[in-house]
């Protein structure tokens, strides 16, 4: 069963604060990618990642950034936290053998004050 | 601007019934295309996907018809369950490993 855990189901944040979201997956998938959930929005892409040390970004990475320093591993990092960050994060991951079957995380319910 | 179109954001269908969800892409290079299932403080889950090349697929209560003419998919399920209560995601790839999603249609069925 692949897991995907994520580091926080809510967090709490001040403005300018440097937030760090981190996901890990069991199932050593090649592919790994960020979501936010907004409501009437949508899933929209942040950032993506094929590859340890590798990244594309996605339709909407402006604010954001990402580290995939093992496979397992793709952390998603707001420099610095503004209240339009607020959001549902999702990660997902996916293997090179089924690449659009994506499996997602819980999700971490972040709060920028 | 939106790939990937849900309409009718919202559905409530009595238990056994049929439950039908729609959805429109604008982008002629989608292969393949999926429905994801998402309940409340729970990342989304897949439920169903269909290739390019087919024209419906079907798995238990669930089964996906696919237009490519029209740009248009849609999911029916039937019958329905409590259950199936969620929101529904419809997203699509045009072979690059990453997928648009549409807005999500939520399901509420009757008991």
């Known amino acids: 069963d692949v897991k995907v855990t994520q580091s926080s189901r809510y967090l709490v944040k001040r403005t300018g604060e440097k937030v760090f979201l981190e996901c890990v997956q069991d199932?050593?998938?090649?592919?790994m990618f960020w979501y936010r959930q907004d409501p009437g929005l949508g899933l929209r892409l942040i950032y993506f990642s094929y590859d340890v040390k590798m990244k594309e970004k996605g339709d909407i990475p402006e604010g954001y950034s990402v580290s995939r320093e093992k496979k397992e591993r793709f952390s998603l990092i707001l420099e610095s936290a503004s209240t339009n960050q607020t959001s549902m994060y999702l990660c997902a991951s996916s293997s090179g053998r089924s690449p659009y079957e994506q499996y997602f995380g819980p999700g971490t319910r972040l709060t920028v004050t | 601007d939106q790939q990937v179109k849900q309409n009718s954001p919202s559905l409530s269908v009595q238990e056994g019934r049929i439950s039908i969800l729609n959805c429109d892409y604008t982008n002629s290079m989608f292969d393949y295309f999926l429905w994801y299932k998402k309940y409340p403080a729970e990342g989304p889950t897949f439920l169903i996907s269909?290739?390019?090349?087919?024209d419906k697929n079907e798995d238990g209560r669930f089964t996906v018809f696919l237009n490519k003419s029209a740009k248009h998919l849609s999911l029916h399920i039937v019958p329905s369950q409590p259950g199936d209560s969620a929101v529904y995601f419809c997203?699509?790839?045009?072979?690059?490993?990453?997928?648009?999603f549409g807005k999500g249609n939520q399901v509420v069925v009757i008991p």
């Open positions: 997203a699509a790839s045009d072979g690059n490993n990453r997928l648009a």
């Open positions: 269909i290739s390019s090349i087919k």
């Open positions: 199932m050593d998938h090649e592919n």
